[in-house]
């Protein structure tokens, strides 16, 4: 076979193949510098910039066609945005759980953007224009569930470019999404003040004025191997204090913006048993006395198959260079091999070339591997 002239050293090609003279060791070099120099303008790389308040913009414009309320701008949640986005581009990570095991919520809070009731997180990188990533976001159900929540009232977004890890430089988009605590005292100048009650002598073993609805919404979700559940209820009669138990732990009930309802959040490891258990409220009023209700909680734990870890959104065009790094590792590994088989040849026939060796071509392909893979490539 012709082919194999150009391979392998036998009698037909004077034990001179092809592959390793100095015109294929040349060939080689052009070839892996050929794939260095056409990444940059093969690869479409994020935008240099991509407006943080035109992404704002449309994500508002997502919501108010669907006749939700905009989101107001938060300069505490754009802080910690700038913080996340910084973060992961300094240690080249893309999570929602940065490399120390946190999420973003604790630069929330050190913002100054607290008490919350409720917050959300959405990451995007390697887009070229805010309509390309809205619109990745809109098509994964777990970020758009943030874009669309009603609960949330502000947000605040950062786009930080950088390098993200070499011959890589990028965008990095956090958008955040809160709503904050806010106390129900805030809206009673609207209101008329309520009737003094009919006896001002109540004790903590008098009958109390508080009812707790016997209809309670628990939703329990499964997220990074951890059970989220949530209570929501309404409790009529002004509590001063309304507290949750479920297990061992126990949670504060706040209020939300409508009238009586009051919501919290527990937090257990995938592997808890909530089957069976009792989620017990309990609220007291000014006078101490208090009313309990008891309500049945079933929440199979997180299996390893059942756990689902949403996809953050990447441009498609960032996997390209991950194909160029395949392409150029088996090309350089096949090349070693025929070199290494010439090796063997001709140390097994014992034959002497004269102007030709193999060993300087592979320490040669080492040296070259070592400069354009480990150095530029990782």
């Known amino acids: 076979m012709k082919l194999r002239r150009y391979l392998f050293p036998s009698e037909i090609n004077e034990y001179k193949p092809w592959i390793i003279t100095s015109q294929a060791l040349a060939v080689f070099c052009l070839v892996i510098w050929g794939l260095r120099l056409m990444i940059p303008t093969a690869v479409t790389y994020a935008a240099s910039t991509i407006d943080a308040v035109e992404l704002m913009s449309q994500i508002n414009l997502e919501r108010t066609q669907r006749f939700l309320s905009s989101l107001t701008i938060n300069s505490k949640l754009i802080t910690a945005a700038h913080a996340k986005a910084n973060d992961m581009l300094a240690r080249s990570y893309f999570a929602h759980i940065d490399p120390d095991g946190n999420y973003v919520w604790p630069r929330i809070e050190t913002a100054g953007y607290k008490p919350y009731l409720s917050l959300g997180e959405n990451l995007a990188m390697d887009f070229t224009s805010a309509d390309e990533m809205v619109s990745a976001w809109m098509n994964s159900p777990t970020h758009r569930a943030n874009i669309v929540n ?19 430089e990028t965008i990095a988009a956090v958008s955040l999404f809160g709503v904050l605590y806010q106390s129900q005292t805030s809206t009673a100048t609207a209101q008329p003040p309520p009737p003094p009650p009919a006896t001002s002598n109540a004790s903590p073993g008098s009958t109390s004025s508080i009812q707790i609805s016997k209809d309670a919404k628990i939703t329990a979700t499964n997220l990074s191997g951890q059970i989220l559940v949530d209570v929501s209820t309404v409790i009529s009669g002004s509590p001063t204090l309304t507290v949750a138990r479920l297990k061992t732990q126990s949670i504060t009930l706040l209020p939300t913006k409508i009238s009586g309802e009051f919501t919290g959040r527990f937090t257990f490891n995938g592997d808890e048993n909530l089957i069976n258990q009792t989620l017990t409220i309990e609220a007291r009023d000014k006078a101490g006395a208090k009313i309990t209700q008891d309500f049945p909680v079933n929440v199979e734990p997180v299996s390893a198959a059942n756990v689902s870890i949403p996809q953050i959104p990447v441009s498609k065009e960032a996997n390209v260079i991950k194909t160029l790094r395949i392409v150029f590792g088996v090309f350089a590994s096949l090349y070693m091999i025929f070199l290494i088989i010439d090796a063997i040849i001709i140390h097994r026939a014992k034959i002497k070339r004269e102007g030709i060796n193999s060993l300087p071509h592979i320490l040669v392909l080492l040296l070259i591997v070592a400069v354009n893979l480990f150095a530029n490539w990782l």
């Open 150 to 168: 009603e609960k949330f009232e502000d947000q605040g977004l950062a786009t930080v470019a950088g390098t993200f890890e070499p011959n890589h």
